[in-house]
């Protein structure tokens, strides 16, 4: 028998030195191509609306000698007697705390339809999420207007703005939330025969309850901010107060009421973040207040893990355990609040009973649209003015709130001091309502989009500035300590690491703050700072209803374009 040794196979030749050079690339959608130039056609629109508005730093330097002029010329800062101040302090936070307490009880079934976990069909969902979109976009002041007509003068017209206005924004954050649970508990109720309440109440409201919390804090910080603007059109309380002294030049008085507003957002914003941070159990603080709210549940997690249960009844009796005394006693608080809040608003509750008469009358002023002596092109030229005051004020917000919020997130800061030095510029930058920074420049600067958009811009950076930094803060670690320990400096690791990954949410936050930023300049023109918020005001003082009816839908049809872009960002950059 022959034994044949077994043939050995010549090594195949080396591959071309170009094939090894080229590395594997990812197949680029055409969608993707799309998405990126229409970011590049909105980068260049914002660019050229910013050299249009002829904004610079020559320009900013010649202001300041004209402040100086104008804060020697006002003189020191008065305030109304204290007990007046004290009762106009304590009337607007019970409008704000009322229109936002309306605004979440109104957005739960709402947000209950737009879920697609939880949504009955599909046309239920989107009549839920149209509703969300349309109060998302209807400006809070012209919602004011309307029921200034229908109520007599007083906190009953904020309430229902403020209430009607914030449903948009708390519905869509409370859908998002339902449709992250975690589908066990619900179906597992389905499964024993639940009804839809009782999977509701017991296997989703327990879950999407802190978030929802947080939501609700949130959006009564803008609320609070944004209340400003309704006193321009007749609505009980500080705003009301600080329009008629700016009014009679009575600028003492009017920045005198604009520091105790900024002091009490600020307040706010301190309280509403420790909630949030206790109740979310987030790592964005480290404040006396939150070390005690993550102590607590420290202990109590090390207490309950170390106990043991003689029987089912015992275990399915909840100890009465630090936290859990915490939270009923924020429970408590929470409604103690709310009562004093609506109590405090001073309602006209009869107005509820008799304004269902007055909506036939006050509905026909409304409509048909008109642009009356304007005409198309006046008002469609001044909205095109808004949404470049917006664009160039969200280029500028981009710009300075990448610098602060990333060095306000903790994995991008050098040190602990630095990131908290940042935190608290932001706290403090989202204290100041754009509308008071608005006035306070139109008054020094003079009439115009320039005074809008830097007011906007600076308005901007607490907003986006936070945003930036949670997202960078919650990015993989993996690539950061890859690039740490193959010795990049901190410089190439952010660049490498923590900005490509954090590039989605920052596209989507930057659509955010274009889509707020358009209502929002649209409110700026109220005072005088440029776009359609002018035509808007003067419409509503002079009772031309049909061109009220006209700007809103001018407006509603802008912000539904942003909406869709923005939505349709998101979908291809997931």
Known sequence: MTITAPR????????????????????????????????????????????????SFAGMADSWGNAQNFFARVGGLTFPPADELIQLTVLTVGLVLTGTLLAAVLSVPIAYLAASNTTPNTTARAVARFIGVFTRALPDVVLAMVFVLMFSLGTLPGILAIGIHSVGMISKMFADAIEQIDEGPRLAIRAAGGTRMQEFFSGVLPQVLPSWVATVLHRNDINLRGSVVLGYVGVAGLGLE????????????????????????????????????????????????????????????????????????????RPWTATRIRNVSAGFVAIAVVIAGVAVSDIVWGDLLTFWAKIPEVAAQFWPPDFGSYGFPVIAGAMLDTVKIALAACLITLVLSLGIGSLAARNVAPNVGVRGGFRLLLVIIRG?????????????????AQAGTIALAFGGIGLLGKLIADSFEEVPRGPERAMTAAGATRLQRYAAATLPQGSRALIGHTFYLLDTNIRAATLLGIVGGGGIGYYLLNAGQGSNYPLVTSIVLMILVTVLIVEGIAMWMRKVFR
């Open 242 to 317: 600080m329009s008629h002294a700016f009014k009679s030049l009575n600028y003492g008085l009017g920045l005198g009421i604009a520091l105790v507003i900024f002091l009490l957002c600020v307040v706010m914003e301190i309280v509403s973040s420790a909630v949030r941070v206790a109740m979310l159990g987030e790592n964005a603080g480290r404040g006396v207040f939150v070390r005690m709210f993550i102590n607590a549940r420290r202990a109590d997690a090390a207490q309950l893990g170390i106990r043991r249960f003689a029987s089912v009844d015992a275990a399915m009796r």
């Open 432 to 448: 100041i309502p754009e509308l008071i920074l608005a006035i306070v420049l139109i008054v020094i600067t003079g009439l115009g």
């Open 8 to 55: 050995l196979q010549r090594p195949s030749a080396p591959p071309p030195a170009d094939v090894l050079d080229r590395a594997p690339r990812r197949r680029v959608s055409p969608e993707r191509i799309s998405a990126a130039l229409t970011l590049l056609v909105i980068a260049g629109l914002a660019v050229a609306s910013l050299a249009e508005l002829n904004i």
